[in-house]
């Protein structure tokens, strides 16, 4: 079980943009995530008139490496780590290090 999915809000700890917040839009496979509107690049893209796209230059997000964020924890207002425990009917559920909140209950 991953603990930071696809829709969690995470705040980024480390880099340029340490301490904004963003949605994650995708988790890759190699241990990195894409943060909404985190870590942005420009892109310098060609146009092609037959599929209708246009040229020029595009923001877009750059995936972050997992362990440069940490998931948003509303009660605390901060970032937190989290846990995974099994319930008593054995489903296994995410909840934070510092007040035992469930975040998937």
């Not at 079980?1 to 696809?6: D, G, L």
Request: net charge positive; no cysteine.
């Amino acid at each position: 079980m991953n603990k930071i999915r696809k829709g969690d809000q995470v705040i980024v700890l480390s880099g340029r943009d340490k301490g904004r917040r963003g949605a994650v839009l995708q988790v890759l496979g190699d241990g990195r995530v894409l943060v909404e509107s985190i870590n942005m690049a420009k892109k310098h893209t060609k146009g092609n008139p037959q599929a209708g796209k246009p040229g020029g230059i595009i923001d877009r997000e750059l995936p972050l490496h997992i362990s440069k964020v940490a998931i948003w924890n509303p009660g605390a207002k901060q970032g937190d780590r989290i846990g995974i425990k099994t319930l008593k009917d054995g489903k296994r559920v995410r909840f934070f290090k510092s007040n035992g909140e469930m975040l998937d209950a």
